[in-house]
């Protein structure tokens, strides 16, 4: 298994420009998670899906953020406009939603607004 | 609600000696705890979990969790560390919902 799979790993933009983040979960997992982890703040769950429905977004920081599962293998972030204080590793995970699953991380997409 | 502490933000130990990263959890009903692995420039990687049973969980690269209900706590350790082993290491908690409540990490260092 390829495991969770984010683009780009790296992405640097300037203040003021929309970023997009992607995530394919692992297939057959029904979870996904969207984190964001900075040194001040550590590791931050945003909001996550079950059957690509949204449940909890409560830890989006604001309206600037949003986030879609269009399908079950397949999920974006998105920050518009994003800010210089959005710079941050942002991490996608999956899991099965049944029972006590493990979540399984992807690699991190690193996003520098400048 | 649910809680998880990681008291010591970092953790020194010399190679060949035994390791220990502490964390405390605070739940309502029975605990699901994990512990995650993070290396420099990369995601978080699964090391073990305790969801019922034996207290203690045996998982990968030799590490191993006790999950000890009177203390609140599920400690993670190693009988000899490796300097392989340095890296950000991170105690987790899920909720009824399913979410990981996620402790502040401790950094581990191991010297030769």
């Known amino acids: 298994d390829a495991g969770v799979i984010q683009s780009p790993r790296h992405e640097v933009t300037e203040m003021g420009q929309e970023v997009t983040l992607r995530c394919k979960p692992i297939?057959?997992?029904?979870?996904l998670f969207w984190y964001r982890q900075t040194m001040m703040r550590g590791l931050e769950l945003l909001i996550y899906?079950?059957?690509?429905?949204?449940?909890?977004d409560s830890g989006m920081p604001e309206d600037r953020f949003s986030a879609k599962m269009p399908n079950a293998s397949f999920s974006t972030l998105k920050i518009q406009p994003s800010e210089p204080r959005d710079s941050a590793v942002y991490f996608c995970?999956?899991?099965?939603?049944?029972?006590?699953?493990?979540?399984?991380f992807g690699p991190g997409t690193r996003l520098t607004v400048l | 609600a649910q809680s998880v502490a990681q008291p010591e933000d970092q953790v020194n130990v010399a190679e060949g000696n035994p390791l220990t990263v502490k964390c405390t959890y605070s739940?309502?009903?029975?605990?699901?705890l994990f512990w995650y692995v993070q290396y420099p420039n990369r995601g978080l990687q699964f090391l073990l979990k305790y969801i019922t049973g034996d207290n203690l969980v045996k998982g990968s690269y030799g590490f191993e969790a006790e999950f000890n209900k009177s203390q609140t706590s599920f400690h993670l350790k190693k009988p000899s560390a490796l300097v392989s082993d340095s890296a950000l290491y991170f105690c987790a908690v899920r909720d009824r919902g399913g979410k990981l409540i996620f402790g502040q990490g401790t950094e581990l260092s191991v010297k030769p």
């Open positions: 739940v309502s009903g029975n605990p699901y």
């Open positions: 899906f079950n059957n690509n429905v949204p449940i909890d």
């Open positions: 995970a999956s899991s099965q939603l049944a029972g006590t699953d493990t979540q399984y």
């Open positions: 297939s057959g997992h029904n979870s």
